[in-house]
């Protein structure tokens, strides 16, 4: 009963909060590219490259807020590359992803090597956005709820407003709609005259900020330092919970906390070692429920109409 | 009737000529719009009507010729550049999202708010006033997926209106539509008249032409081959200028005496489509052997699904199929065809060829594995090269050689490719739909001489075609399809194509 | 025809030339090259007397053309490394003598040992893209080959030669059983196969974690874990059993893995199975009109990818490594996929896009070390060469340009007529 207490704690569902925060942003992120129509595998590869540059501008500035501007701007230069090479020069979606996604790790330790002199891990930043934990006065006097939603650190917060910016982005906005369009009935929204080009340049590129975010949080937020392979395939488990949760913003958030909780509970498994079970047991868990999602077991998820369908305006000159 | 002038021209497009890599699919083609007024594009499929009006619509750049919009000359590099000067364009395929609202879809890239923020408020009250201005009833917040055929074609012309559209094209507006709808939509395009709105409706139908247009452009072959008032006009004349010559039979028929048996029956049989709604309702017919039988019908009525289910690729809710009096209902596609039943596909692109496979490949798809074509587990690659290049001499498929893509040859050979191999398999049955469709002249009378060939070989053919031309120069009977079921029976010599369009269209003799 | 009779005699002494070749250049002795040569010389004139030039002609010709855009794509991703490389600071003629020098020569056996696994797992993706399926998880698959392959190898007792066949068969029975679900899922709901072998692959991953420190191996503290090493009579033949000239780690599984490659261009593109896959790649909807069951087709052609995957991670136990390590993130699935698209999916094409990509990771390690210049330039160069080649819109998109500007500056001399 004590090893129970142990683990089932409110400290868990911080911990929860705290490891899927990479994930949602990545997952909800994701979820707009698809609306857009462009499919994305490439999250990992983006974060990558978003943890990467939020340590080297923090490094050099000695800043973590201009670390976290680098890294989110890190992840949508590099995305433009997915959407150029999706949108304009018409590359099959998932192939362009499994190639950015390699691609990400050999620029990265290129970088490294130029920067550090050594691949591996790079030099700590002096300070990292993870000191700036913030208990919001009152609310987070809640029992439970307190600790996992008002003391936590920055990009927490933000990835809580991001949800409800992207959802409200989705739904209220005219771009939003223009973006749902394109990723469903593409020449309808071309043929009113809005750029389905641009509307899935969008989509990817916001794609990319939300996964640099993601990265800035696990190089300086989570940590100080960079560390290849730190992201861990969490861009996967992104697309994981994206799928999960049905190709929708909210649906991505819950399927991340999901697997945020499994991670969690996978860890305290493993320090108090109740159970003589392999811990990757549970590691795997987020990938088994992905493919009980895609096997149609979860009703109601399909993904935008156009997904992976590659749109071309054929206006030639005779 | 209207209180505009009749007389002021809205719309002129001044000798376009569009020409593609391969085709020209215009070709110095002229016509005006008045305001208030509705004229008819007319002419066979593939004679360049919707070529001109994505010119039009800016889909198309002409490569000659210019157009004026209220007396002033326009360029539109995009649909964009049309709408916004009063066009609009209401497509055969409709141009609207599945899983967003009537309201959505209709101010879609025109959308009411301020600071990018949609007012959705006032786009339902825009929408409800217009649709009510102009008696379109829809109910606003429904989602496009629930709507019928008819209702989404009535959004599709509220989004033009929304956008203030003057001019409004209609790409073979009444294709879809039920009779019912048929009759609703006329009454819509009406009353559009009355407010201002002037017209151009592409079709091919020369009733649709009588019905409600005032003058009527006939197209053939890209170019425009003349002007008519629609009042002033009989059909036969429409349809001999539409077609080029006299509508005569285009192939000698001899009369024959059917005996026999029948080869190939459908007893009541019933397919759902994906909708779930019967799209074969309890469909009968039989086929003898030396006998063709032509199923007439408007698109949509369940020709598709009887080609599907006779050749297995579909699900057969209930009803039965019998050939040569054994049931085949539950026989998968292979074994129907093992048993010489033969196939040609109506989308030859689709179902009939695999373009980027070599023609000699394409040739033996679907019995590649049958001797001779096979030996052991392997393809036996020279017999199959040799039957090819027999077939493609025998059916005078013009062609470099067998083992270019079927890709690269023109619609007419690659047919051919298809009736090759469905031919030389001295099928009992032949189920052909649609086998001339965009095809030349030349083309059409080898395929129709090379069908009758087949039927004086004593095979049972069943014909599927929307071409009613077709249907008659073809059948030894005609059978009316409509609404999943065969509403009439008709021998050629004893009717008129008057007297089966009426029934396709859902007309019925007390 | 007098010629046509000899037609057993000239293949015979091609196929031989051309294996004794191989092997001496595997063995790293390079006048092998000229036996291939000459094996290559023997056939096109049995060609030549057979028929005539202008067949021959139609032969190389469009194989040279098929050789053309991925001929632009190497040298621009080549030149574009060359001038990251100028731009942060180090010598990029230096870094390509070496990496050429080290890949091609120095390494030459490592160039070999790296490609190896990459013949079967791009085998394996370049196979299902022809039926119109991303066995994006090859890696999955590749992991439990190697599962197998550690298991087996340390418990089977057998003759030598029937032991690693077993190995090798049940490893890749066990691999293909491990995309059942994809395949059947794919079949039956039409899941997407992208994902379910994804996520597979990473299921198979974190699979082997426990499996490692299962199978015992040295597990005081060392990370990461190993298993024990299997039995050397489970060991894969080297090359230096036949020329002892040859580098000792070198071993005949690049044999097995070019014996496969012609055994998939076979079954595509001379039996009826091959014919039935390629059509459904091509066009499902004519495939099923005319008979083809597309749901058999394509289960079957997921379980053989499975398979090919299989025998990569099989070969390089029991050819290489001896032993399965936990946590290596060898990525040959992923790796695969690279080296399957840059062949254009073709099964021989694979064998050369994998000894490229070989001689690309051994040259960029010797260079590494020989030049200090980082040795991940060359995943970056990687990175570019597949996108310039397998985006080939790009070349399309160029030529319109050019048109365009060359079309406008027509129209401008015309108009001032």
């Known amino acids: 009963m004590e090893a129970f207490f142990a683990i089932f704690n409110t400290d868990l569902l911080v911990a929860t909060i705290r490891l899927s925060t990479p994930i949602t942003l990545a997952a909800v992120g994701a979820t707009i590219c698809e609306k857009s129509g462009i499919v994305n595998i490439a999250m990992e590869g983006m974060m990558i490259m978003g943890a990467f540059f939020a340590v080297i501008i923090a490094y050099y500035t000695g800043n973590p807020w201009l670390g976290l501007v680098g890294g989110v701007a890190a992840g949508g230069i590099f995305s433009l590359v997915h959407a150029v090479a999706t949108v304009t020069f018409h590359l099959d979606h998932v192939v362009s992803g499994a190639v950015l996604n390699i691609l990400s790790f050999g620029i990265v330790r290129y970088l490294m090597v130029l920067f550090f002199g050594h691949p591996g891990t790079t030099d700590p930043i002096p300070v990292g956005l993870g000191g700036y934990q913030f208990a919001i006065p009152g609310l987070s006097k809640i029992p439970v709820l307190g600790p996992m939603f008002f003391n936590q650190t920055p990009i927490i917060y933000m990835s809580f407003i991001l949800i409800v910016g992207a959802l409200f982005f989705l739904k209220k906005t005219k771009v939003g709609l223009h973006l749902r369009a394109a990723g469903e009935h593409p020449l309808a929204l071309e043929t009113i005259g809005v750029s389905v080009y641009k509307m899935r340049y969008l989509g990817v590129v916001i794609s990319g900020l939300f996964s640099g975010l993601a990265g800035a949080y696990l190089s300086i937020e989570n940590a100080v330092s960079f560390t290849e392979g730190m992201s861990n395939g969490r861009g996967f488990i992104a697309l994981a919970a994206m799928i999960s949760g049905g190709w929708t913003a909210l649906g991505s958030f819950a399927a991340a906390l999901f697997f945020g909780f499994a991670d969690a509970f996978q860890i305290r498994m493993q320090i108090f070692k109740v159970l003589p079970i392999p811990a990757e047991i549970f590691i795997i868990f987020p990938y088994i429920a992905t493919v009980i999602a895609v096997a149609g077991l979860v009703k109601k998820s399909r993904p935008p109409r156009a997904d992976g369908i590659d749109f071309m305006i054929e206006r030639e000159d005779g | ?510 | 025809m007098q010629i046509t009779k000899l037609k057993p005699v000239f293949y015979v002494l091609a196929v031989i030339s051309g294996i004794v070749g191989i092997v001496m250049y595997f063995s790293s002795i390079f006048s092998g090259f000229f036996f291939i040569l000459l094996a290559l010389i023997i056939y096109y004139l049995y060609r030549l007397l057979a028929t005539d030039l202008k067949t021959v002609k139609s032969d190389i010709i469009p194989l040279l053309k098929n050789l053309l855009i991925p001929l632009i794509g190497m040298s621009s991703a080549i030149i574009i490394g060359a001038i990251i490389m100028a731009l942060t600071g180090y010598d990029p003629i230096k870094a390509y003598k070496a990496l050429f020098y080290g890949g091609f020569v120095k390494n030459w056996s490592i160039s070999i040992l790296n490609a190896t696994p990459l013949v079967f797992t791009g085998l394996s993706i370049a196979f299902a893209f022809k039926a119109g399926l991303f066995n994006i998880g090859a890696e999955g698959q590749y992991y439990i080959g190697a599962m197998v392959a550690t298991f087996l190898g340390i418990t089977f007792n057998l003759p030598p030669v029937l032991s690693l066949f077993l190995i090798f068969i049940i490893g890749g029975l066990l691999a293909a059983a491990y995309n059942f679900i994809p395949a059947l899922l794919k079949v039956k709901t039409g899941a997407h196969e992208v994902i379910t072998t994804m996520m597979f692959a990473h299921i198979a991953k974190y699979l082997s974690s426990i499996f490692v420190r299962g199978m015992g191996g040295d597990s005081a503290g060392l990370h990461p874990y190993v298993t024990d090493p299997i039995l050397d009579t489970n060991w894969l033949m080297r090359f230096k059993s036949i020329f002892p000239s040859a580098n000792y780690r070198v071993h005949i599984g690049i044999l097995i893995g070019i014996g496969m490659a012609l055994l998939v261009n076979y079954i595509l593109y001379k039996t009826t199975f091959g014919y039935e896959i390629r059509a459904i790649g091509q066009n499902k909807d004519a495939a099923r009109g005319q008979g083809i069951s597309v749901g058999k087709n394509i289960f079957i052609a997921l379980l053989f990818a499975g398979f090919l995957a299989g025998f990569a991670g099989v070969t390089q136990v029991v050819g290489l490594d001896h032993k399965m390590y936990e946590n290596l993130n060898a990525g040959y699935g992923w790796n695969g996929i690279s080296v399957a698209l840059l062949a254009a999916n073709h099964p021989i094409g694979v064998i050369f896009t994998a000894l490229l990509w070989g001689v690309l990771d051994a040259g960029g390690q010797y260079m590494t070390r020989t030049t200090q210049i980082p040795n991940s330039i060359v995943e970056i160069i990687k990175g570019i060469m597949l996108f310039l080649i397998v985006a080939r819109y790009i070349y399309s998109w160029l030529g319109n340009r050019i048109k365009r500007k060359l079309g406008t500056r027509i129209k401008k001399s015309g108009g001032a007529k």
């Open chain 2, 1 to 510: 009737m209207s209180t505009v002038k009749e007389d002021r021209i809205v719309l002129e497009m001044q000798h376009i000529s569009k020409q593609f890599p391969n085709v020209l699919a215009n070709e110095d083609v002229s016509i005006q719009l008045k305001e208030g007024e509705i004229i008819s594009l007319l002419g066979e499929n593939g004679a360049g009507k919707s070529t001109l009006m994505n010119v039009l619509y800016g889909l198309y750049r002409p490569s000659a010729g210019k157009i004026i919009l209220n007396d002033e000359e326009v360029e539109f590099s995009s649909p964009k550049d049309a709408i916004e000067k009063g066009l609009g364009m209401v497509h055969q395929h409709f141009m609207l999202v599945d899983n967003l609202s009537v309201t959505e879809n209709i101010i879609l890239g025109s959308e009411p708010g301020k600071a990018g923020i949609i007012d959705y408020k006032s786009a339902r009250k825009e929408v409800a006033e217009l649709s009510e201005k102009y008696h379109l009833e829809v109910e606003p917040d429904a989602i496009i997926e629930s709507l019928s055929v008819g209702l989404q074609q009535r959004v599709e012309i509220l989004k033009a209106l929304y956008r203030k559209a003057r001019i409004l094209i209609l790409d073979e507006p009444t294709a879809v539509l039920t009779p019912h709808e048929v009759d609703q939509l006329f009454l819509v395009i009406k009353k559009l008249r009355d407010s201002g709105v002037s017209m151009i409706i592409i079709t091919h139908k020369l009733e649709e032409v009588k019905a409600i247009s005032d003058r009527v452009y006939i197209l053939r072959r890209g170019k425009c081959e003349g002007l008519r008032n629609t009042k002033d006009v009989t059909k036969e004349d429409l349809a001999n200028l539409m077609v080029g010559r006299e509508v005569v039979l285009t192939v000698h028929k001899e009369k024959k005496e059917v005996t026999g048996d029948s080869i190939f029956n459908l007893e009541n049989v019933i397919v759902k489509n994906e909708k779930g709604i019967n799209a074969l309702d309890g469909l009968s017919l039989n086929v003898r052997p030396g006998e063709i039988v032509g199923i007439a019908g408007v698109d949509g009525n369940g020709q598709t699904e009887l080609a599907e289910v006779l050749m297995g690729l579909c699900k057969l809710e209930s009803g039965r199929i019998y050939y040569k009096g054994e049931d085949i209902s539950e026989l998968t596609t292979k074994q129907r065809r093992n048993k010489s039943i033969s196939n040609v596909p109506a989308d030859r692109h689709r179902f009939g060829l695999i373009l980027p496979m070599t023609i000699s490949e394409n040739m033996v798809l679907g019995f590649h594995d049958e001797k001779p074509y096979v030996h052991g587990i392997n393809l036996a690659l020279d017999v199959i090269h040799n039957y090819s290049e027999k077939m493609v001499k025998d059916f005078d498929i013009r062609t470099p050689g067998v083992d270019i893509p079927a890709g690269n040859l023109s619609g007419g050979n690659q047919q051919k490719v298809i009736l090759a191999r469905e031919f030389s398999r001295n099928p009992d049955f032949l189920l052909v739909a649609q086998p001339t469709r965009g095809l030349d002249v030349g083309a059409i009378e080898y395929i129709h001489s090379q069908i009758l060939k087949m039927r004086d070989r004593n095979v049972g053919i069943l014909l599927i075609s929307l071409e009613l031309e077709e249907i008659f120069s073809l059948s030894d009977r005609i059978l009316v399809l409509y609404e999943g079921k065969i509403v009439k029976e008709f021998v050629p010599e004893e009717t008129t194509d008057k007297e089966v369009g009426f029934y396709m269209t859902g007309g019925k003799k007390e």
